[in-house]
């Protein structure tokens, strides 16, 4: 033992490759013990593969020691290997006293591995065996509130609650408030969040969007405050906080949070857009514009924010403007039938009409199950005097719209003179 302390000396005193060298040399003549300490102290300082080569050299001489088994199933998990982690497992005697944390430890390779049948096979056979065990309810709980059983979770997480409230650093209260809250029980998960006085940001903001699930906008506000106090850079909340703020009317207070929350991040492209949206609300239109260019200069691919800027652009008669967005959105790669239908509109505004036809053309492709589409694109091909191709649109609009009396007669006047003609 004597060298092994001298090698644990050495590492203390960052004297890496003289430790090991050290141990290396001893290990033809260590005992087992001494061999298992040494694996020990190699799994403490992070020399797996050593640590491995030793482990499977004593359970080749005592091949019955789960707790060598359950130590290297250990590292062939940090290795990545689970298969041989979980061969070496269920290779343990189901009489053997380690035999339930053996169940535990399979049921989370299993878990890990997608297998959640055979997951929970392996707990619950672990809580036959011991029914009162925190960890297995515990366990049962996480594999549950992962494959979205949140009810069930909650079932194992309160039988938790009552002997501890953490586990492996998770806070009982804080699942069972989560649980409940996607379960869609968010009053009851809102008193569990109020059980946990911390002044955690996560657990506040977590609490903050209960409340504002369950109605209480209230609740939600007074807590997503309180994240920014505790944490100027909680980037997450300043949407949030901002939405709650405009639902309340509070347009003001709900635009400078929303400035607030740009400075901490500034490629958030849905609080530039919600910015954009408050400013337009507060008549500052050139501010508006420009928090909407942010948003879709960070996603060509952000219709909501492209949509809205157009419907700026209208509002200025800027159809130039217009179209020179959407081509330019469309080069870089964002393709949709709104868009076309939109640069229709505004060749037809600056009278660039074989333009305007060309758009209204590949647009129809796409949207002739649209209602207001075919109306607008069957005027606009009457206008042209495409009566014809204004026929079948206005159409396939009665198909969809059967009770529009105006555009039944109008249709029937198409067709009468097309007869005519």
Do not use: C
Not at 2 to 14: G, K, N, P, S
Not at 303 to 320: G, H, P, Q, S
Not at 323 to 349: C, F, M, Q, S, T
Not at 380 to 394: C, D, K, N
């Amino acid at each position: 033992m004597e060298t092994i302390m001298e090698a644990v000396r050495l590492m203390e005193a960052q004297q890496t490759e003289k430790a090991i060298e050290l141990l290396e040399k001893y290990l033809p003549v260590a005992n087992e013990e001494e061999r298992y300490t040494i694996a020990e102290l190699y799994i403490q300082w992070g020399f797996l593969q050593e640590a491995k080569v030793l482990l499977e050299e004593l359970i080749q001489q005592y091949p019955d020691e789960a707790e060598l088994k359950l130590t290297l199933a250990d590292i062939y998990i940090e290795l990545e290997d689970d298969e041989s982690a979980i061969e070496l497992l269920n290779d343990i005697d189901e009489n053997d006293p380690a035999y339930m944390q053996t169940l535990i430890q399979l049921a989370d390779l299993y878990q890990s591995q997608g297998l959640f049948e055979v997951s929970e096979q392996k707990l619950l056979a672990a809580k036959r065996l011991d029914p009162n065990e925190p960890i297995i309810d515990f366990a049962l709980g996480e594999l549950y509130f992962s494959t979205g059983n949140y009810l069930k979770a909650t079932t194992y997480y309160e039988k938790v609650l009552p002997k501890t409230n953490e586990i492996g650093h998770v806070s009982i209260r804080d699942r069972l408030a989560e649980a409940y809250a996607e379960a869609g029980e968010f009053e009851l998960a809102l008193t569990y969040y109020q059980d946990e006085a911390n002044e955690n940001p996560e657990s506040l903001f977590k609490y903050g969007f209960t409340a504002y699930q369950a109605g209480r906008n209230d609740i939600a506000r007074k807590a997503w405050e309180r994240v920014i106090e505790l944490d100027t850079y909680y980037h997450t909340v300043y949407l949030h906080l901002a939405n709650v703020y405009m639902e309340e009317g509070e347009l003001k207070k709900a635009y400078e949070i929303a400035q607030k929350g740009l400075q901490v991040d500034e490629f958030h492209k849905e609080l530039y857009l919600l910015a954009g949206r408050l400013a337009h609300q507060l008549e500052k239109d050139d501010a508006s514009e420009a928090y909407v260019r942010e948003a879709v200069a960070i996603d060509p691919d952000f219709k909501e924010a492209t949509l809205f800027l157009i419907e700026l652009l209208k509002n200025r008669a800027d159809y130039k403007g217009i179209i020179d967005l959407v081509i330019e959105i469309k080069d870089i790669g964002a393709l949709d039938p709104l868009y076309e239908w939109e640069l229709a509109r505004a060749y037809n505004e600056i009278e660039e009409y074989n333009n305007a036809l060309k758009h209204y053309t590949i647009a129809y492709n796409n949207l002739k199950d649209d209602s207001d589409f075919l109306k607008e694109y069957g005027y606009f091909l009457t206008e042209e005097g495409r009566v014809e191709e204004a026929i079948p649109v206005f159409t396939a609009y009665l198909e969809e719209q059967p009770f529009d009396d105006e555009i039944t007669e109008f249709l029937r006047r198409l067709q009468q003179s097309d007869r005519e003609i």
